[in-house]
């Protein structure tokens, strides 16, 4: 049973839950690169999701119409493949502040795309929220203890932002092209199509079988990756595909707003400061993902 999104405190609970979720994503990458690389994490990601899924994909397969099949490849590709590499390897030579405030670009490749590509009209309000939220985002981690260095651009810091404009590219395909197929269909499906091809590349082209048999924290680092995998990949892209298809596009992708907030919390919990700064950026992320989700200034 999927949530009532028609009830706009689901929706904020839909949101801060994927929040919370994917703001533990990067702890549990960063304990998978105890032992593994950048690569085998990412495939082994794509492809725990793709055998979670694999009991619900079988019945689903005669759901594929024949203009459906082109949009879940392209799903598969953009809001998995490609940003799971990119992020992953990303961190691996920048901080995880710069990675987030990159990451939440993606509600402003949202609208981007969906402006110039999808043909979709914005009210200014939306627009306006758009870029509260990312001011909220970047100022809540620019004043966290970590801080957020642009000191040197390189391919690692043009990473994330691709990584974002794909992730911005995906949610407007699912709204465009999927809106009708079921959302278990839409997730199981499109890892269908792109997880067996990670498993190849994982076992075949990897060092994986040796980093976890031969590593000493091996086996712990595969347990890291297989909660990130079933908990932060698999049950949060299906939620996250309920939500892009029963509320907006540009609503969902302001997901990417609240995930500074809890990285922020897990700081605090581990003893850091919180600050009247970022208390009041986190004002400003609230209020710009209020003016998104306005139903009355905002196409769905």
Do not use: C
């Not at 703001?23 to 549990?28: A, K, M, P, Q």
């Not at 067996?196 to 031969?214: C, E, K, N, S, W």
Request: glycine share 8%; net charge positive.
């Amino acid at each position: 049973m999927s949530p009532d999104f028609s009830k706009p405190l689901n929706q904020w609970i839909t949101l801060v839950v994927l929040a919370f979720v994917w703001g533990s994503s990067f702890i549990l990458m960063k304990r998978g690169l105890i032992s593994f690389t950048a690569d085998e994490i990412a495939a082994l990601r794509i492809f725990t999701v793709f055998i979670t899924f694999l009991p619900f994909t079988y019945k689903r397969v005669k759901e594929v119409r024949g203009k459906s099949g082109l949009p879940l490849l392209a799903v598969g590709s953009f809001g998995s493949v490609l940003p799971y590499f990119l992020f992953v390897k990303s961190i691996t030579q920048i901080n995880s502040s710069l990675s987030g405030i990159l990451n939440s670009l993606t509600p402003l490749f949202t609208l981007v795309f969906a402006k110039l590509i999808f043909k979709q009209q914005f009210k200014i309000i939306s627009i306006v929220g758009v870029i509260l939220g990312f001011i909220g985002a970047a100022g809540l981690i620019y004043f966290s203890g970590e801080g957020a260095s642009f000191d040197s651009f390189t391919i690692y810091v043009l990473m994330p932002i691709v990584a974002a404009s794909s992730y911005g590219l995906n949610v407007n395909i699912i709204k465009k092209y999927l809106q009708e197929l079921p959302s278990l269909s839409v997730t199981a499906l499109s890892f269908y199509i792109v997880g067996p091809l990670a498993g190849i590349y994982l076992f075949f082209f990897t060092d994986f079988v040796a980093h976890l048999t031969q590593h000493p924290e091996g086996w712990a680092s595969l347990g890291y990756i297989l909660i990130l995998g079933i908990l932060g990949t698999a049950l949060a892209v299906l939620l996250f595909n309920m939500m892009i298809k029963e509320t907006s596009a540009l609503f969902a992708s302001s997901v990417t707003y609240l995930i500074p907030i809890f990285a922020i919390m897990w700081g605090v919990l581990d003893g850091e400061s919180f600050n009247f700064q970022q208390a009041a950026f986190v004002v400003f992320i609230l209020i710009g993902i209020s003016l998104i989700n306005s139903r009355r200034r905002f196409n769905k």
